[in-house]
C-alpha cells in the first residue's frame, strides 16, 4: 500500500516538474505580460450557426444557415499602467479601421466574466406542478484579448462561478418562492465537468492559482424544456430537449494574451408538430482565420493542469474507501 | 448582308422552336392547371455571400446567410372575375396561414414589364462622364399560379426588350442624358435574353406561347461601385472585375410556376479591399427534391470562394502562424 502511495506521488512529482517547463507556478516570480506597445496581433472570429426544422405532421422541413467569419488586427499603440487600459489601433477585413481602449485589470476582467457567466431561467409548470428549466446560457461575455496576467487573483474571482450556494433564480408558485442554487442545478443535470472535473458535490471546487486555461461544460439533456405558447388557448407546452450540450472554453498565454474562446451549443428537441435541431458555435483564435479552422485540440492544452486535480481526487476517493 | 440577315434569322427561328418544345403550341388556348385543392410543394432557397480581403494586411471576412424552406401551397377557392386565390400556405417551423394570390396575366406581366430590370447610372464629377452603378433583376414577387394567357403576357414582357425604352435619366447640372436600354446594352460585355444575344440589328420579338423567360447580362469591367473617400470628401469609382447576373422565370403551360432562379457573382477591387459577393434566389416546385443546385450553400460557397482568395495572396504576403506579425 505504502510502496503504491509513494510510486503514486512520485509519479505526480514528476509531472509538476514536468509541468514546470513551461508554466510559472504560484508562489514564484511574477508572470511578466507577453504584450507590450508597438505589438501587432491578428484575430480571428467566427459565429456560425444553423438550425433545421422538420414537420411532424407534414412533408416539409426548413433550415438557417449563417457564417460570420471575420478577422481584425490590433496594433497596441499605448499603455496607461495608472488606469490599466490599453489602446489599439484597430484594423478589419472590411477595411474600415478604428481605435479602441480596452481594460486589461485582471480583478475587473474575472469579476465581469464570473458575473455575466450564468444566465439561468426556471419555470413553474402549471399542469405537471413542477419547476422546470426553459432558458439557459453560459459564456463569458465579451472576451478581453489582453489581461494583466495576475493568474491567482484572476482565478479567486472565477472560483466563485462554482459557488454551489449561489442562488442562479427564483420561481413564486402557489404563494410559494423557490429558490434554485447552482448546487440544486448541477446535482440534477445527466453531466458536466469544470476544469475536466465532473463532482464538486463532495468537495467544494478550487481552479489552480496559476490556471490560464478553463474548461467548461454542460449536458443538460431531457432536463432543459423548450416552452411553446398555444396561440389559441393561451397555454404553454414544455418538451424536453433529448440533446443540450453546451461548451467553453477560454485560453489565455500565460503572459496575458487571447489564444482561444470557444462557445458552443447543441441541441435536438421534438414538440408536438415539429423536431428542431441547432448547432451554433462562437470562436476567437489569436492567428487569425487560418487558426479558427486548424483544429484546436484543448484537452492537450490544458492537460497539464487536469493532472494534478484529478490525482489528488482520486487519491480522496480511494482514502473514503 | 441579305445573306447574314437570313441566317441570324434562321437561328433566332431555331432557338425560338427550340424553347416551343417545352411550351405549349397553343397561344392562346391553354387551360389552367390549377384549380381549387390543388397542392403545390415548392422549395425556396435564398442565400447571400460575400467574401472580403484587405489589399494591404490580407484581413479576411467571409458573411454568408442561407435560408432554406419548403412550403406548400393548397388552393381552397378562385375567383377569376377579380383574379385572385385563396390558399393555405404551410411551412414547416411556422404552421398554416392564409396566402392571397393574384393571377391576372395581363398585371403581372405589365408588373415584369416595368420593374423586372433596375439600371443605375451616376454622373462622375472628376471623370466628367456617365458611369453605371446598379444593374439588378431582383423582383422577387412570387406568382405561383397565373391566368395562362400566354399571348397577352409575352406582348407585355416584349418590352423589357425594346431598344428605345429609357432605362434612366441623369443631370451634371446642366445637360439631362437620357439612357436607353439599346445604349445600356451595347456597352456591356455580353447578354442573353431568351436565347439571344444582340437585338442590334434585329427587333426582338417574343413568341406569344412562351412560358419560360431567361436573361443573363455580363457587366463586367462596365459597372462601377461607388464609394465615398473620407479624405478627398467625394466619391470614387472602382469597377467590378465580375459582375454577372442570371434571372430565369419558368411556368408550365397551365400557369403553375415550375421555377424562378437569380444568381448575381460579384468581384470589385477598392484602395482598401477586395470583395466578392454571391447572390441567389431559388423557388423550385416539388421542394427540396426537385432542387438541383447543392445544398448547404455556405458552406459551398465558401470552399469556392477562399481557393482564389489563398492563390492571389500567398504571393502578396507571408504572416507568422503565431499571429504576431511585428513584435517591439
Not at chain 1, 180 to 191: E, H, K, R
Not at chain 2, 282 to 296: E, L, R, S
Request: proline share 2%; hydrophobic share 35%; aromatic share 14%.
Amino acid at each position: 500500500m505504502l510502496k503504491k502511495r509513494f510510486v503514486q506521488t512520485s509519479i505526480t512529482c514528476a509531472l509538476l516538474t514536468v509541468l514546470s517547463v513551461n508554466l510559472i507556478l504560484p508562489g514564484s516570480a511574477a508572470i511578466v505580460r507577453d504584450w507590450e506597445e508597438g505589438d501587432e496581433y491578428v484575430f480571428g472570429m467566427v459565429a456560425n450557426g444553423e438550425i433545421s426544422y422538420t414537420s411532424l405532421a407534414e412533408d416539409l422541413s426548413s433550415k438557417s444557415v449563417f457564417i460570420d467569419e471575420s478577422e481584425r488586427m490590433y496594433t497596441i499603440t499605448e499603455i496607461f499602467e495608472s488606469i490599466k487600459e490599453v489602446k489599439v489601433e484597430a484594423k478589419y477585413d472590411s477595411g474600415n479601421e478604428a481605435t479602441h481602449t480596452f481594460h486589461f485589470d485582471a480583478d475587473l476582467i474575472s469579476t465581469y466574466y464570473t458575473n455575466n457567466f450564468f444566465y439561468h431561467n426556471y419555470r413553474w409548470d402549471e399542469e405537471n406542478s413542477r419547476i422546470i428549466l426553459v432558458g439557459f446560457q453560459a459564456d463569458f461575455g465579451n472576451i478581453n484579448y489582453f489581461v494583466e496576467p495576475d493568474w491567482e487573483l484572476f482565478n479567486t474571482n472565477l472560483e466563485s462561478l462554482v459557488d454551489r450556494t449561489e442562488i442562479v433564480d427564483t420561481v413564486t408558485h402557489d404563494y410559494t418562492t423557490d429558490e434554485i442554487t447552482l448546487g440544486d442545478f448541477l446535482d440534477a443535470i445527466p453531466s458536466y465537468k469544470i476544469m475536466g472535473i465532473s463532482d464538486t458535490e463532495q468537495t467544494p471546487f478550487s481552479i489552480s492559482s496559476s490556471s490560464t486555461k478553463w474548461s467548461i461544460t454542460f449536458d443538460l439533456s431531457n432536463y432543459m424544456y423548450k416552452s411553446e405558447l398555444d396561440h389559441i388557448n393561451y397555454t404553454l407546452s414544455y418538451f424536453p430537449y433529448s440533446k443540450y450540450l453546451v461548451s467553453i472554453i477560454l485560453d489565455y498565454s500565460d503572459g496575458g494574451t487571447l489564444i482561444a474562446y470557444d462557445s458552443t451549443l447543441s441541441y435536438e428537441v421534438t414538440t408536438d408538430e415539429t423536431i428542431y435541431k441547432g448547432e451554433e458555435e462562437y470562436r476567437i483564435r489569436k492567428g487569425g482565420s487560418s487558426a479558427i479552422r486548424t483544429p484546436y485540440n484543448f484537452i492537450y492544452a490544458i492537460l497539464s493542469f487536469l493532472i494534478v486535480p484529478i490525482v489528488i481526487l482520486c487519491n480522496k476517493k480511494k482514502e473514503k474507501r | 448582308m441579305n445573306k447574314k440577315h437570313l441566317t441570324k434569322i434562321s437561328i433566332i427561328s431555331i432557338s425560338i422552336i427550340l424553347l416551343m418544345v417545352s411550351s405549349s403550341f397553343q397561344s392562346t388556348a391553354a387551360t389552367r392547371d390549377w384549380y381549387v385543392n390543388t397542392s403545390a410543394k415548392y422549395a425556396l432557397i435564398l442565400s447571400e455571400s460575400e467574401k472580403t480581403i484587405t489589399t494591404i494586411d490580407a484581413l479576411e471576412g467571409f458573411e454568408c446567410y442561407s435560408e432554406e424552406m419548403e412550403v406548400r401551397l393548397d388552393i381552397i377557392s378562385i375567383d377569376l372575375n377579380i383574379h385572385e386565390y385563396v390558399a393555405n400556405l404551410t411551412i414547416a417551423n411556422i404552421g398554416t396561414g392564409d396566402y392571397e394570390g393574384y393571377t391576372d396575366a395581363e398585371e403581372i406581366s405589365d408588373y415584369f414589364g416595368d420593374y423586372l430590370f433596375d439600371i443605375d447610372y451616376t454622373w462622375d464629377e472628376n471623370g466628367n462622364r456617365l458611369v453605371l452603378t446598379d444593374f439588378d433583376m431582383e423582383d422577387f414577387t412570387l406568382f405561383f399560379f397565373i391566368e395562362p394567357d400566354w399571348e397577352i403576357f409575352n406582348t407585355n414582357m416584349e418590352r423589357l426588350l425594346d431598344r428605345t425604352t429609357i432605362v434612366d435619366t441623369v443631370t451634371d447640372g446642366l445637360t439631362t442624358y437620357e439612357i436607353t436600354l439599346g445604349d445600356f446594352l451595347d456597352s456591356i460585355v455580353s447578354y442573353n435574353i431568351m436565347g439571344v444575344s444582340d437585338t442590334v440589328e434585329s427587333q426582338f420579338t417574343l413568341s406569344n406561347s412562351l412560358t419560360k423567360w431567361s436573361f443573363s447580362f455580363d457587366l463586367s469591367n462596365v459597372i462601377y461601385e461607388r464609394k465615398y473617400v473620407d479624405e478627398t470628401q467625394g466619391y470614387s469609382y472602382f469597377p467590378y472585375s465580375k459582375y454577372t447576373v442570371s434571372y430565369t422565370l419558368d411556368f408550365t403551360d397551365g400557369g403553375t410556376l415550375n421555377l424562378l432562379e437569380y444568381n448575381k457573382i460579384t468581384e470589385m477591387t477598392s484602395d482598401e479591399v477586395v470583395e466578392e459577393g454571391v447572390s441567389s434566389v431559388i423557388v423550385q416546385k416539388g421542394g427540396f427534391d426537385a432542387v438541383n443546385t447543392p445544398f448547404n450553400l455556405c458552406y459551398t460557397l465558401l470552399s469556392l470562394m477562399i481557393l482564389p482568395v489563398l492563390i492571389y495572396f500567398s504571393k502578396k504576403k507571408k504572416r507568422l502562424k503565431s499571429g504576431v506579425i511585428n513584435s517591439a
